[in-house]
Structures are given as structure tokens and as C-alpha cells.
């Protein structure tokens, strides 16, 4: 059966374009698009002008199965990714227990696919139990399904283990993502230091903790040639050292948070703990230089870092509460402020929400091209709505976004051609 969505604005990553035209898709993949009179098909949609994108690639998901199912499941994560026009998610496998064996692995697969709506993409642990001791059994997981190994915000202290795992993973072709923190520095931090953590008696971490993680681990890289993948960048100091790596021609890329780019450390003011994330928010600046890098192409991907918490985890002191916020539905709204600021235009968001996150995985979204998986959103970038957590899908409801005027509602999600969010 053929599908037609005419009347649309395609935001094309790949040729940086955002025409008026139609897409047509068959058999689960995108046909052909083009401007002018669309051809016949079964089903017609007009989009009514607005903008019909590739489905977001979120690279960096946490979903809570196994050991706390009760913050956030598949079911309820897929739910919430297709209501926020995210086809596909890569989880974190920062569970309980790790995702460290080809059996938890598949286990969490076969969970995916019987009840997530859309795409679901497993990372492995890098080590056992994420405790930087042993690596993990790279070529197993793998043949599992694992497309990349990371132990998220563990970071690795023993630079031994780490040289050792890069090597091997080199050796394979696999991905390595790292947290780039100096481990001692950033140890129980809550805010990143300067007047606003002093004034506010904060246990804060400076921003040269990730310039120092950045640069052990691109020296790492530069030993291993190992393919990696810096999970956040979110300081002005990081940015040169990426720089350079990118230059030298190392294999590296990096990403950012959405929170990073549109939030800054005064939104902590009222010890506000769903603003609680990390790495701690920053400076204005180091917000301003990180949507420069993006907007560059220096900063290649944007994810939500969706971390779902309890109301228990959350309703703390500062300093106790556990750190993460949700983001699954929050990520393409909270993105159009970046559009409507003009800082970025919708191509340029789109190739590092979908596009370069795919190219990245060696996934096949993330493309409007002939051929592409029919892995779709249709979207309302204009449209205001205030936020409110409780009608959010996911089963944690820890946003920062609660209460604020945003704009930008997901209109339709289709995943592999079926409309998995949004009226047939």
C-alpha cells in the first residue's frame, strides 16, 4: 500500500534543505519525495504545511528494565518516544544489574520488541558491573546485538583497563562512548563551581574535570585508534581539545545534552532538584558555546539523556537527590527554543538529533532519502502548549520543563511506514 504525506515542510538532514513537497512511502520505506503534483496513492495525508522530519535518533537512553521497573519500562519509554516523534532509541545499559552479558542483552531485546512501539538499539557495559575492573565480553555482546559499549557515567579510573578495552574494541570495529569527568574532581558534586555554587553552598566541580577526562581519553584514542564517542561535551574548555582530535583525524565524535543547550546553572536557583543533571548545568557561556558547537558541526549529536527518577530519589536536599531528568517528550520541544532563538535552523537539528546519531550506530534512519526506512515525525513547530508533567507517557515524571511555556507539538510518529503516535 502505498502512503502519501503531501502539503509538508521536509526537513532534510542530509542535502540541509526545507522545501514544500510531498514523501510517499511503500512497503515500510521512504518511496520518493518532490515538489510540485504528488502521484496517486492509497492513502493521502495532507500535512497542512507543516514540517515532516526524520524520526529522532536518541542515542544515550536510560529504561529501567531489569531492577527498577518501576521508574521507567519499555512499554512506557516507547510510549513516550513516540509521543515525542523519537523512532529510535539507544539505551544506556546503566541497569540493575548491567547490561553486561549476551543473556541480559538479549533479554532486554526481546523486551523491546514485544512491547516498544518503536526502534530499540541495546548498548553493552564496557566492564563488568560497570566497575572498571574487567572488560566485558566485547565480541559475544556484540553477535548479541550490542552496537556500542559504554559504562555511562562510571567513568574508568584505571587508565590500564581503559587502554586495554579500546584496544580490543578496536580489534572489533565496535564503538566506545565515554563520560568524559575527571572521576576524583567530580566525585559528589552537585553544580558546577563559581560564585553562583559558592553563594549557594553547593559541592561543586570545576569545569576543568571534563577538559581533563576529554584529554585522557582523545590521548587513549590517539594510542588505540579506537572508534569513540564522547557521550556530553558541555564546557567551553573541552571544545578545543575536541577540536584538535577532529583535526588530527582521530575517529571521534561527541554529543550534548538537550538540558546543556537550553538550560543554565541560575535554573538551580530555588535548589530546584528536577534541574539537578549531569554533568551539572553550566554557565551561560559554556550553554552559548555548546550551541555554537553544534551549529558548527564541532558537537555532532544532541540526545536527551533520558534518566528517569523517582519522586522518592528527587524529593531531596539538593545534594542527596539523584541526578538525571526525563526526555524523551521534552527533547523536540525544548529544541524548537534553539529554532525560534535563531540559533539553529531545522535541518542543522535535525542532522544532530537523527542523522549523524544513525550515522554514527550504523543505524538506517535518520534520512529522507529514497530507500530510507519510513521512520518519520510530523510536527507543529509553532504550536504553544505549557508543560505538564503529569500527562507526560513515561512512568518517572522528572522534568525540568514542568510548568514552562514551550513550543513545538509532534502532530504524527511513524516508525518502518506505521503511525505508531498521532490520529490514522
Not at 574494541?169 to 565515554?178: D, F, H, N, P, Q
Request: glycine fraction near 10%.
Amino acid at each position: 500500500m502505498k502512503q502519501l504525506i503531501e502539503n509538508a515542510r521536509l526537513i532534510d538532514p542530509e542535502t540541509g534543505t526545507d522545501s514544500l513537497g510531498w514523501l510517499l512511502v511503500k512497503d515500510g520505506v521512504i518511496w520518493d519525495t518532490g515538489s510540485g503534483d504528488a502521484p496517486e496513492a492509497d492513502m493521502v495525508l495532507d500535512a497542512g504545511g507543516k514540517c515532516l522530519a526524520p524520526g529522532i535518533v536518541d542515542l544515550g537512553v536510560k529504561i529501567c528494565e531489569p531492577g527498577e521497573r518501576h521508574k521507567e519500562s519499555f512499554r512506557s519509554a516507547g510510549l513516550a518516544a513516540a509521543a515525542g516523534g523519537v523512532s529510535t532509541i539507544v539505551t544506556r545499559p546503566d541497569t540493575l544489574p548491567a547490561i553486561d552479558t549476551p543473556e541480559a542483552l538479549e533479554f532486554v531485546t526481546r523486551r523491546a520488541q514485544e512491547v516498544a512501539p518503536v526502534n530499540v538499539y541495546p548498548m553493552a557495559a564496557l566492564t563488568k558491573g560497570r566497575e572498571g575492573r574487567e572488560m566485558t565480553e566485547f565480541g559475544f555482546l556484540l553477535d548479541a546485538g550490542a552496537v556500542a559499549f559504554t559504562d555511562g557515567d562510571a567513568v574508568t579510573t584505571s587508565t590500564k583497563v581503559l587502554s586495554r578495552a579500546m584496544t580490543y574494541a578496536r580489534s572489533l570495529g565496535a564503538l566506545v562512548i565515554a563520560h568524559p569527568q575527571e572521576p576524583g574532581l567530580s566525585k559528589g558534586a552537585a553544580a558546577t563551581s563559581g560564585k553562583f555554587a559558592s553563594l549557594k553552598g553547593l559541592p561543586a566541580v570545576t569545569p576543568m574535570a571534563e577538559r581533563m577526562g576529554l584529554d585522557r581519553d582523545i590521548a587513549l584514542v590517539e594510542m588505540t585508534g579506537v572508534r569513540y564517542h564522547a557521550d556530553q561535551i558541555t564546557t567551553a574548555r573541552a571544545l578545543p581539545a575536541l577540536e584538535r582530535a577532529k583535526k588530527n583525524g582521530f575517529d571521534v565524535t561527541a554529543g550534548v545534552s538537550i538540558h546543556h543547550l537550553t538550560l543554565n546553572e541560575f535554573d538551580v536557583a530555588d535548589y530546584r532538584t528536577f534541574f539537578k543533571v549531569k554533568p551539572p548545568l553550566r554557565s551561560e557561556d559554556d550553554r552559548n558555546a555548546m550551541v555554537e558547537a553544534v551549529a558548527s558541526g564541532l558537537i555532532d549529536v544532541i540526545s536527551s539523556m533520558h534518566t528517569p527518577q523517582d519522586e522518592e530519589s528527587k524529593r531531596l536536599p539538593f545534594e542527596e537527590a539523584a541526578s538525571g531528568a526525563v526526555g524523551l517528550e521534552t527533547l523536540l520541544p525544548a529544541a524548537m527554543r534553539l529554532y525560534h532563538a535563531g540559533a539553529l535552523d531545522l535541518p542543522t537539528l535535525w542532522k544532530a538529533m537523527s542523522l549523524n546519531p544513525a550515522q554514527r550506530l550504523g543505524l538506517p534512519g535518520g534520512r529522507l532519502s529514497q530507500g530510507a526506512p519510513a521512520d518519520l515525525v510530523l510536527f507543529d513547530p509553532e504550536a504553544p502548549f505549557v508543560m505538564d508533567r503529569t500527562k507526560l507517557q513515561s512512568k518517572s515524571k522528572n522534568t525540568p520543563f514542568d510548568g514552562a511555556r514551550m513550543q513545538g507539538r509532534v502532530l504524527g510518529t511513524w516508525v518502518a511506514g506505521n503511525r505508531v503516535y498521532g490520529e490514522s
